[in-house]
């Protein structure tokens, strides 16, 4: 749902749920989508007991009415009409109650989601970067190695051979040690990201949704 | 009946905003409380929906020749979501129970009984259209998953078979529902055109906090059912035309562009095609490989993959309009664009800029923008 509002149409809790605004175009500056997101909960949430409220307000007020003209000692009990109304108005109370668990759902979900895509792309990003540097590190490393195995004084024939083999040696030397630093930085990235989402969880069980999601 | 007493009474009403579809729908549920099971738990949506086709009904309820064609399509898709002709004296009811509630002292039997013609032609409508369309088709197709392909950790293929023949044109979408998210219907292309073996794929991608697309894209196994409605939707090719063809696709909204594709590719003179596929990294170009083999079998094909988000990839870089626009000028095309509502409006408007004539240029906007 984009941004329209029109004067003859009440703004409802539902489009503040499923409200999205543009991003603001390159270069200009633009509000943090979160704080966004957080502040439109607050006012859809608000918006719900506000209108609860007023439907409250509105049966008491009917009720009053009705007892004004039916005159003051008429009303004993419980009118039929009065009793569905009230079962309306529990019903749909209910029904708001269900609409907000199913948002509140929603947007968790959304949340995990947003995040987890973030940290894919980062990830992917991190390691195309980290491959890219790896391979330039082994490769100069191991052409090093290959020259000095070169200026051995004490070679012959076989000096490109031993070069090469010096070459490809600390070449997966290199690799091997990266390859298992750059998995135990992952784990341990998979382990922070599990906290972060355990507390983040807990944070939205405490019905609050966290403002920030932890960095990693 | 007083048109104009209608629409001051709808608009008194329509100020008490939410609580209207609120009352409305409590007094449906209780008064038949088997009709609840028509709808998704959450009503929020619904009872927004149910707002705006009461407004557009009531501004045109003196000018029944524009509001035919539009209740005619609503009493046809409410097939689907399993609405009988029975249910409709029910809602009337409610409706007439709500406004007079909100009305209050305003409600006066001269009202009252404008409104009940009012309701009674508009159901007439509804309900005539509905049986019409029963004569030649089901309220809804029961398809089974034939294949599901995880293309990247939020991108599937999927190919569903229908028990009963589907007739659509390429480049149409149907609605999707599953018992495993029941009541919430959205809508999907179809990625190929007719096949004798009424088998049909579809390309889907999870959106964050979606409850269907999430379903449909990781949670779906061979084997299982799916329930689809009416094919509808605009985004059809012109075989009429003579000028070469511009498809712009964006992430999946590549499927109903590659359904007309195929369509193309069956013509005995096909037109030149220019396909553009653009997604933010390259392992969102989920189908390009066999977009790559259709390049190569046919001469009249030009494949372009452009990713906006790698600065490594080998091929066209930036936003999608962008690519397009400056890869050519193509006043003389016919333009298919389908994606991302950014996307989609971008490429209209960079296509408008260059020159192309606003009929030369079909769209279909997935609702969704790209993160």
Known sequence: MTVTYRSDERLTPDQVQGVSFPSARLGRRGFDEEHVRYFCALVERELVTLLNEKASLWEEVNRLRRRVIGGEGAVVGIRPEDAHVQAVRILSNAQLTADQYVADAQQYSRELAEEARRRHDEVLAEARAHADQVLEQAHQRASQAAQLEMSDPGGNGHRDARAELAYLRTFSDVYRTHLRAYLEALLQNVAEWERAESSSLAAARAGLPPPEVPRL | MDAQRLKDSFAHVAMHGDEVPLFFYADLFLHHPETRDLFPVSMAHQRGRLVQALATTVSNVDNLETLRPLLEDLGRDHRKFGAVAAHYPAVGNSLLTTLAHFCGDGWTEDLASDWAAAYEIIAQVMVQAAREDEAHRPAYWDATVMAHERRRFD???????????????????????????????????????????????????????????????????????????????????????????????????????????????GQADPPRVHLFFGASTADGLYDLPDLEKLAAQFPWLTVVPSVSREPGFPGERGSLPDVVARSGTWRDHDAYVSGPTGMVEATMQQLLAQGVPENQIRVEDFGWSEG
């Open chain 2, 155 to 265: 991108i599937a293929v999927l190919r569903l078979a229908v028990e009963e023949p589907l007739e659509y044109l390429p480049g149409q979408s149907v609605s999707m529902e599953s018992s495993k998210r029941p009541r919430l219907w959205r809508f999907y292309s179809m990625a190929n055109a007719p096949r004798p073996d009424s088998t049909m794929d579809f390309h889907v991608r999870m959106l964050d906090g979606g409850a269907l697309s999430s379903h449909l894209a990781r949670g779906l196994e061979v084997g299982g059912r799916l329930r689809i409605g009416s094919p509808v939707g605009t985004l059809t090719y012109d075989g009429q035309s003579a000028r070469d063809v511009l498809l712009v696709a964006g992430s999946t909204g590549l499927a109903p562009l590659k359904a007309i594709l195929e369509q193309i590719s």
